[in-house]
Every structure is written in C-alpha cells, then in structure tokens.
C-alpha cells in the first residue's frame, strides 16, 4: 500500500488540539469547503447516536462531493485504535465503505514545551490503479492536509 504522511507544529497545549480532534466538530471544521463534507451519522462503540468522543469502536457516516461534481460519494470510517499516555496520543480510523479500496488514517500528537506536534499518516490503495495511481492520490492529499494543519493553527493558536 501506499502511504503520505504530514505534521505540522501547533503553538497550541496538547490538551486542547486532542480534544479538538477528539470530535466530529474537529473534522467537520478542518475539512475544506470544496469537499462538500456532510457527516450524516455518528454512532458510539456502544450504539449511541453523537457521542462526545470518538471512541475506539466509533463508527462515522459522511458524504464527500469534491468540487460539487458528480455524485456524492459516500465514506464510513470506523476508529479502530485510541491511546493517550503522558503527552502523545493517537487514533487510527479505517475505511470500511467508501472510494479507496484500503484506508488507514493515523493521527498522532506529541506535546512539546507547550506546543503540539500534529502527525497523519494515511496508508491506502488508490482506486482502480493501485499503487501506480498513488502520484495521482498525492496530488490530492497534499492540498486537503496543508489545508487541515493550517486551520488547526488558526483555530487553536
């Protein structure tokens, strides 16, 4: 599988970017407009609707309509790992239904003399081409990331 990674340092306390990425509003409010994100349902690992934390076992229904052309297409992820231990955290959410045949996404935060180091790491397969369509799915990643880690420090610095 392929795989982009990205970090960007946030003059920002640890506490408060893990809490931010912790919710659906985090992922709603660090997803550029031209996506046309709808997240249509959330479901907690216990099957409660909208939970506050996106839990391991959390399961998240959202609608993607790049550039507004075509048809919505549609993405379920599901957290599949979380952990927290003395200033470093992560969660790593997985593709169950949605345009890339395999999606990891691993998001890790490491405080640091009162900042935080924002990581992703996204392991996929690119539709159709595989790991020779991996440049094309780079091409594309590269804004939305850039994007993602600039509104974290407009929002949290």
Known sequence: MATYQRAVWVDAPF?????????TGGLEALTPEWM????EGVK?????PNPDVLETGTQIRLSLR???????QRWISTIVRREEE?????????????PFPKWTHTHQFYA??????VRDKVTYQFPALGETGSPLAKV???PMFRYRHEKTKELLE
Do not use: I
């Open 15 to 23: 506490d408060a970017v893990w809490e931010f990425y912790s919710s």
């Open 36 to 39: 046309n994100l709808r997240v």
């Open 112 to 117: 640091g003399d009162g900042k935080t180091l």
């Open 140 to 142: 594309g990643f590269e």
């Open 66 to 72: 790049p550039f507004g052309v075509g048809p919505r």
């Open 86 to 98: 003395n200033g470093s955290a992560m969660f790593e959410d997985e593709m169950s239904d949605g």
């Open 44 to 48: 907690g690992p216990n099957g409660d």
